[in-house]
């Protein structure tokens, strides 16, 4: 079994390297109408700066999965700025591209908790539309849009789960076929469960991102052993291997929370069924240190009777 792993947006360990450089829309509004296209362009131009930043920092420390920041383009799908921002930096997409592509990296987008289609609200579903247009146009950009996915939630229960889960099917029409099908969904913390969101994946044909610190906070009937060869199954047609999202609670009061580490006994449960069933996994590691905390886990997974670690990024367990 071969694990490799990876983080969320911007290795704190680089200086002054955000990828999600924010320009607000009261900010754009004071301004003039060409100081609103310099500025949108030149935050632009430093997310996608940093955005390579990051790649070129996991290339040299091997560390082959990334989630890119939803913020590289600033006020992208507001209605009214709604910007063409991929021609003017045609060159620093593909470029982006073509390191990733370059060095086998597996990258991904995880858009906000507000791109959802459960809501009964029209324009909330037109919004999240939108808003996974947005992450598809850059993925597209980037010449990435058919090997790349784009992660959500299922979304609220709005007091009535059963009647939700059958609009959430529903308002999910309206999403064009070619971007749900770059689509994955993870389970939450708080209303649907693993066993609710395998269930939603294994009817939409759709990948499922197993997050193990959401499972233990909101568990279902299933146990791992049970569901992790269907979740594994979701990824078949893919040709990649399953994602697991990985953290550890703040502390048992804030359970939910993530750490800024990962407690690697908090995973040892995990980490036994993946050994038993050998299937190689990925790992997007959400702690809050980030590129830190990765290199610690890794160490610490490393140190495993039988655990291998056989590059910066990955480690191999017999």
């Keep these: ?22 320009l607000t829309f009261a900010r754009y509004s004071q301004l003039g109408k060409e100081e609103r296209k310099e500025k949108l362009l030149s935050v632009t131009a430093a997310n996608l700066a940093n955005t390579k930043r990051m790649l070129h920092y996991n290339i040299a420390h091997q560390l082959e999965i990334y989630r890119m920041s939803s913020s590289i383009v600033p006020l992208a799908t507001h209605p009214e700025v709604m910007w063409d ?10 470029e982006i591209g073509q390191l990733v592509k370059e060095h086998q990296l597996r990258v991904s987008f995880h858009p906000n908790q507000f791109t959802l289609f459960t809501s009964p609200r029209e324009e ?12 598809y146009r850059m993925f597209e950009a980037m010449g990435l849009a058919q090997q790349s996915y784009i992660n959500i939630h299922i979304g609220g229960s709005y007091g009535d789960k059963e009647k939700t889960i059958v609009r959430f099917y529903e308002n999910l029409k309206e999403l064009p076929l070619h971007i749900k099908k770059q ?3 993870e389970n939450d913390d708080k209303t649907y469960n693993t066993d609710e969101t395998l269930l939603a994946c294994e009817k939409e044909s759709v990948p499922f991102v197993f997050d193990y610190h959401h499972h233990m906070a909101n568990l279902g009937e299933l146990t791992l052993e049970e569901f992790l060869p269907r979740t594994f199954a979701t990824w078949g047609h893919t040709g990649q291997p399953p994602k697991i999202h990985i953290s550890s609670p703040k502390n048992e009061k804030a359970f939910r929370s993530h750490a800024d580490f990962v407690d690697v006994e908090f995973l040892k449960p995990l980490l036994s ?10 790992f997007m590691i959400e ?13 610490d997974i490393s ?6 670690r056989i590059s910066g990024g990955a480690v191999e367990w017999k």
């Design 1 to 22: 079994m071969k694990i490799r792993f990876g983080y969320v947006s911007t290795a704190i360990s680089l200086w002054d390297s955000s990828p999600s450089k924010a």
């Design 85 to 94: 921002f991929t021609t003017p930096f045609r060159d620093s997409w593909l």
């Design 124 to 135: 909330v579903t037109a919004n999240a539309v939108k808003d996974m247009g947005y992450h």
């Design 183 to 185: 689509m994955t969904l």
């Design 273 to 282: 069924v993946l050994h038993n069933l050998n299937v190689d996994v990925d």
């Design 287 to 299: 702690a809050k240190a980030k590129d830190q905390a990765v290199l610690k886990l890794i160490e």
């Design 303 to 308: 140190k495993i009777r039988g655990v291998k």
